[in-house]
Structures are given as structure tokens and as C-alpha cells.
């Protein structure tokens, strides 16, 4: 669901260089989590109130006590983009989130994949895609890539540290997470983030129903961030230097071969496996690991802003300043493909040398922005006005391509703005705009969105966007093997959506409804290039979220429906997922266990398929991905800062001799075991900061269009 953010924290009115006052508005990582840590501060208040309860006798008189600081275990971050928005450290409990490690399925909805981990990955849920300028196109790694402006600064004034470890049953299939922060006395900031993704058995070959085994694919991806930040407290001038690295190393099976004579032959065998004496290897499209990707992304950015006029400092006083503002950053990607057995059986028109394939495309581009803002703070932090915040700026993107064979040069200039108002107390109205100028007459991108507080009835949210941009490079021109494969020029696309959403998070509850419009709509098809439809294509989309307690037990429902009007958008009709477990505090409430299964369905569909040397999802109407109900099991606890778990993955299988596959020919393991920690380090710190949440704020990230106190559009 394209009108549903994929992670939240919770947004803080307060200093980016040191927490000083104690006012906070909160926007939580999922709907689940704005319940329990609301709950908790609601205890926590609770708690205060009951120990000064002291009856009908008056007190003996005592001395007052000089005041002391506090020193707290909370954890305050905000990103390079907006460093006037806080947001505060949530992922402390052991919440449903914590079990998924495999990227395709610790998101709002989940993606297809290819049966291992690390793989390229397909939306079941329609996504929308801001586009502007030029790019690339290949986009079958999104979830594992990080940008430079998702390093978080933390604003202790100690060292943070946060580490993720998931290990699957050999060493080299581990998913790695870790995170460091350290913020200094005179406004220096260091962070860094890394991350690690391996899935690459010794033995590749695994066991698809009992005693038949195919060889699965394997992945290496690897991310690195690091940033420095200067903000002097009380200054008027701010710098950013952010790095993101991006490395994904790829090893294709092909899937299981198919062909009008052995695709029956082969999925009766299957079936019957458990009955074999002796093992049975199914064979898959390519062999010997000869096809191989590499891609490969780099970012480097300065972004840096300096107060013209107006105060912003750590007092109590409000007052509007206007600042100006720069940021330019280079990005380099490389892309490669190669095969060395040229199997047109498999890759068909994309052979054009006996001797192999190969496929060769690089984008290095320079992007400049400069703008210029008005704003009201109070305490360093945005909030609510009657003129609001508002932002102008123009955008410059020199973007190179270049393939074997063919280069390309693009220089995209966009005007665009801002305005973020509260008219009234209750209703936030965010409006973004940016037109395209020069030899980008045409393109646009428009956004409106209207944030409704209701109070004890909820939230209701608006949001209406449009945009009209040139289809991507590797769409337009491709090169296998220096032989021109295709050569196309496509008219601009439309997209326009219309979305609403609904909150009511005392019932933990949350729906959404959109409608999509696809005007000129590309895509690849079964004969492995690029198409655009000519006209119109319609998607309706409705999601609903609701959790259920009872005493110790808990259920977590997402349900979603989707309908297009084109078979060129595959998607399932429906999708589906529930955790049932119970959850309780054990050993005299030192540790918080949790048990329970995880059940995930979706309807029977045409899923698109996926092939190496295109590096693209392809519609296909040949093989159904039928109805499979997935179920894992999961157990894990926390203690303090520490969390466990211990998972095992498709125990149906067990039960069912059906073959799981949510892309066609690609199957997903039968059983897998995993197990998972994670430790949070912290230092004694000097934050001054109290956990009051009663007043709102509207701080929230630049450009994001994000309500107050409720998960984003």
C-alpha cells in the first residue's frame, strides 16, 4: 500500500545538539508499537501520581533538596535532511518485527522472492514511486539499499551502540545489523551504520519435499554508511558529510528448468519425493553458478544551512527564522551481468553471441539543490503557525549513462516548493509541488495531503498526488554483449493516486483505501522487453490492520485486496498475514517471553517471473503460484536491552507434500531453522530529558507529508 509508510520513530520536540526542553509528539514505528508505548508512558504517569498520594494528613515539613539531573537510557536520532525533527528509539521490545530478518518481510507488506534470502524482490502490494529526473531502472534490490540520508545522527552526548545477528543453519547464511553514534560537547556528531546480508551454502542444493533437491541462489549484499554533522549549539550554521556504499554480489540458478515436455514429469516427481528410497536432483536452468551480477551504488553529499534572520536557540521562546539552504551530492552505480553459456533456450532474443551474455550499465550523476525556508521554533524545533513552513528551492541533476557501446548525457532542472500548515490546532495540510523547466518541459510531481485529529474517534488522513516523467534509461536502450537488443522511445507516464487512511490506536486498529491511475504504463513482457501500454490502466487498493488481546494472548491481523483492470500489473487478488502468540513477563517479571505462530496466504495468481540477464520482473500467463498457507513457528524473550529469538520457517511443509513458490519455477525452502539476537549498548548519559507526550508537535521529516502522532502516508 503506497499511502503507508515502511518505519517510524517517535518524533520529539527537541535540540539536535541536546535535549533541553520537555514537550514531545510522537509518531511510532508501526501501529502496534504507538499502543505499547503509549501504554507505557500512561503507567509510567500513573505511577507519579500514586506516590504523591499522601491521604488526609498533611506531610512533616522537610528541606527542599537541590535539583539533580536525571540521566535516562532514551535514544534521540534525526537524519541530515531535517535535523529539526527528533525522533526517539522505540525498537526495545519484542514486537513481530524483531522475528522477521529477511528484508522481504520486515515492511508494512511483504514481497515475493526467489526462495532464499537476499534475492531480487517483487512487491505483492502496489507500490508507489516518487519519479523525477533521470535514473536507471533497475530496481529489483530497493529494499537492501541504503541512501546517504538514512544515516542517523544521535544526539547522546555518550557512545550508542545497536547490533542485529540472524544465523540460518550454516555461518555464511547470517544477516547482520549495526548501528554506532556518538555526539560530542562541541557540536561534532559521528555515525555509522553497516550492514551484511550472506546466503551462500556449502551445499546449495536443499531439499524441496523429503528426498528431491535443487540448487537454490545465493547473495552477498552488503551496505556501509557513515556521516559526520557539526551544529554549534545556538549557531546559525549547520553541515552534514554523508557516505552510503551498496554492494550486491549474485548467483543464479535459473529456477527449475521448464519446457512443454518435462514441466509435468518434474512436478510429479516432486510431489512424490517422500516416497523415494534414494535422493533425486532436480535440475534447474543454469548450471555451475555461471551467471553472476554485480551492482553496485555509491553516494557522497555536503548538505549545509545557515540562519539569515530570526532566532534558534535553546530558550523557550518562539520565533521564525529563514534560512538558506545547500546540498550537493554525487552517486555513481554499476551494473553487470554475465554468463558464460549462452543458453537461448532460457534467455531467448537476449543471446546475441554464442560465446555468452553480458550486460554493462554504469549512471553517474551530480545533484545540486538550493532552497530557501521560512519557519517557526521554539526550542530549536518546528511548530505549528498560522503562515506555517514553507519552502523554495531549485534542483540540478547531471546525469551520465553509459553501456558498452553507447553514452548518454541528461541535465534536468526542476523548480519546486513547499507549504506545511496547521490552520486549525487539529488539521495539518502539507503541499509539495516541483515543475520541470528547460528540457524538462512536462514533467511534474504534485502532492497534497491533510492530516485529521479527531481526538478519542481517531485520525483521518487525505492524500491526493500526480506525476509525468520520462520512463527509465535501461527501458529506453539496452546493449547485451555490445549488440543493441532494444532501442525504444517511449511517451512520458502518468501516475495519479487518490488515498485515504483511518487511525484508531485505542483499538489498535488502522484501514486504507486507494485508487490509481497508470497512464502509459511500462513494464517488461513474456518475450523478455520492455512494452508501454497505450491508455489508461485502474488499481484499487483497500488494506485493514487490527489487533486482537486477550489476557496473555494476542492475534495480529493484516488483510489487503487490490483489483486492476490490466493483466500487465500482476498482483494477487489478496493478501493476508497473522501472528498468533502469547506473551507474558516470567522469571518475577525480569524477562518477557514470547510464543507463538506466524501465518502468511495470498490468492492464487499469474505471479510475474524473473530472469538473470533482463535483471527485470516479466508478466508471463504460463505457471499459477497457487494458494500455499506459509506458517512459522517462533519463540524469543528480552531482557532489558537484550532479545533472542528461535524461529523454524514453513513447518507445513512437514504436513503437505505441495511445493511453496511465490514466483514461478523459484521455490521456497521446506524447513529452516534460524535463531537471532540483538544487543543495545549505551553509555551513561547527560541528557536532560523528561518522557512528557501530552503536548503536539508538528515536527516531522522535510518533504514527507507526515500527520502528527500517527504512522505516514
Not at 22 to 33: G, I, K, R
Not at 451 to 458: E, R
Not at 487 to 507: A, H, I, R, T, W
Request: aromatic share 14%; with cysteine.
Amino acid at each position: 500500500m503506497t499511502c503507508c509508510s515502511t518505519g517510524f520513530g517517535q518524533v520529539l520536540d527537541s535540540l539536535p545538539s541536546g535535549i533541553l526542553t520537555d514537550t514531545t509528539a510522537v509518531v511510532q514505528d508501526s501501529l502496534s508499537a504507538i499502543i505499547d508505548s503509549t501504554s507505557l508512558l500512561r503507567d509510567t504517569s500513573t505511577l507519579k501520581r500514586d506516590s504523591s498520594r499522601l491521604g488526609n494528613n498533611r506531610p512533616p515539613i522537610r528541606k527542599k533538596k537541590p535539583a539533580t539531573i536525571i540521566e535516562t537510557n532514551e535514544v534521540y536520532y534525526f537524519y541530515p535532511d531535517n535535523p529539526e525533527q527528533i525522533y526517539q528509539f522505540t525498537d526495545t521490545l519484542i514486537s513481530t518485527q524483531f522475528f522477521q530478518f529477511d528484508p522481504a518481510r520486515n515492511g508494512e507488506f511483504d514481497y515475493a522472492s526467489l526462495g532464499s534470502v537476499g534475492g531480487p524482490l517483487q512487491p505483492l502490494f502496489y507500490q508507489w514511486e516518487d519519479r523525477s529526473g533521470s535514473r536507471a531502472g533497475i530496481n529489483i534490490f530497493d529494499p537492501y539499499l541504503k541512501k546517504e540520508s538514512d544515516i542517523k545522527f544521535y544526539t547522546k552526548s555518550k557512545a550508542f551502540s545497536d547490533f542485529y545477528y540472524s544465523q540460518g543453519v550454516e555461518q555464511n547464511d547470517h544477516v547482520f545489523r549495526g548501528d554506532f553514534g556518538r555526539s560530542f560537547d562541541n557540536g561534532i556528531k559521528v555515525s555509522v551504520k553497516h550492514d551484511r546480508l550472506i546466503h551462500s551454502l556449502n551445499n546449495a542444493a536443499l531439499p524441496l519435499n523429503g528426498q528431491a533437491f535443487t540448487p537454490y541462489p545465493s547473495a552477498k549484499n552488503t551496505s556501509f554508511l557513515t556521516g559526520l554533522a557539526f551544529q554549534k549549539p545556538g549557531g546559525n550554521y549547520q553541515a552534514f558529510v554523508t557516505y552510503a556504499h551498496n554492494e550486491i554480489n549474485q548467483l543464479y540458478t535459473g529456477g527449475i528448468i521448464n519446457n512443454d515436455t518435462i514441466t509435468t514429469l518434474i512436478d510429479d516427481i516432486i510431489q512424490s519425493a517422500d516416497t523415494l528410497d534414494v535422493g533425486i536432483s532436480i535440475p534447474s536452468f543454469i548450471e555451475d553458478e555461471s551467471a553472476r551480477l554485480r551492482y553496485r551504488m555509491r553516494e557522497v553529499a555536503l548538505s549545509q544551512s545557515f540562519t539569515l534572520a530570526g532566532k534558534k536557540d535553546s530558550t523557550a521562546v518562539t520565533s521564525r527564522v529563514f534560512n538558506i539552504n545547500h546540498k550537493v551530492k554525487y552517486s555513481s552505480d554499476l551494473y553487470r551481468f554475465s554468463d558464460v553459456v549462452a543458453n537461448e533456450d532460457y534467455y531467448g532474443d537476449l543471446v546475441t553471441d554464442d560465446r555468452g551474455l553480458r550486460v554493462i550499465l554504469n549512471q553517474n550523476a551530480w545533484n545540486n539543490y538550493f532552497g530557501l525556508n521560512t519557519v517557526r521554533l521554539k526550542d530549536g524545533v518546528e511548530v505549528p503557525s498560522t503562515l506555517g513552513d514553507i519552502r523554495l528551492g531549485v534542483r540540478h541533476q547531471y546525469a551520465r549513462f553509459n553501456g558498452e557501446g553507447y553514452e548518454r548525457i541528461f541535465n534536468n532542472v526542476f523548480v519546486e516548493g513547499s507549504w506545511k500548515v496547521n490552520p486549525i490546532s487539529q488539521l495539518t495540510l502539507d503541499i509539495f509541488g516541483q515543475l520541470g523547466v528547460l528540457d524538462n518541459i512536462g514533467d511534474f510531481r504534485l502532492k497534497a495531503a491533510a492530516n485529521l485529529d479527531l481526538g478519542k474517534l481517531g485520525v483521518l488522513q487525505g492524500l491526493i498526488r500526480q506525476q509525468r516523467y520520462d520512463p527509465s534509461m535501461y527501458a529506453q536502450q539496452n546493449l547485451v554483449t555490445q549488440v543493441p537488443v532494444w532501442d525504444n522511445d517511449f511517451d512520458k507516464s502518468f501516475n495519479s493516486e487518490l488515498g485515504f487512511k483511518y487511525l484508531l490506536p485505542k483499538q489498535k486498529l488502522e484501514a486504507g483505501l486507494s485508487y490509481f491511475l497508470l497512464d502509459n504504463h511500462v513494464y517488461y513482457d513474456a518475450t523478455l522487453n520492455p512494452a508501454q501500454k497505450n491508455g489508461a490502466i485502474n488499481l484499487l487498493q483497500l488494506y485493514l490492520k487490527k489487533d486482537f488481546r486477550w489476557n496473555i494472548f494476542h492475534l495480529e491481523n493484516v488483510v489487503m485486496v487490490q483489483q486492476s483492470t490490466d493483466e500487465v500489473i500482476q498482483l494477487p487478488d489478496w493478501w493476508s498475514r497473522h501472528s498468533l502468540y502469547a506473551q507474558r513477563k516470567i522469571f518475577n517479571n525480569i524477562m518477557l517471553a514470547r510464543f507463538g505462530l506466524d501465518l502468511r496466504l495470498n490468492a492464487p495468481y499469474f505471479a510475474n517471473g524473473f530472469n538473470p540477464a533482463l535483471g527485470q520482473f516479466f508478466v508471463q500467463s504460463e505457471r499459477e503460484v497457487d494458494l500455499y498457507p506459509a506458517v512459522d513457528v517462533h519463540f524469543g524473550f528480552v531482557v532489558e536491552t537484550f532479545r533472542i529469538f528461535l524461529k523454524m520457517e514453513n513447518i507445513n511443509s512437514l504436513l503437505t507434500t505441495d511445493v511453496f513458490y511465490q514466483i514461478p519455477y523459484y521455490p521456497q525452502k521446506e524447513l529452516a531453522f534460524r535463531f537471532g539476537l540483538s544487543w543495545r549498548f549505551l553509555d551513561q548519559n547527560s541528557n536532560k530529558k523528561s518522557s512528557n507526550t501530552e503536548q503536539n508537535n508538528t515536527g516531522q521529516r522535510s518533504g514527507s507529508g507526515a500527520p502528527i502522532n500517527v504512522p505516514r502516508f
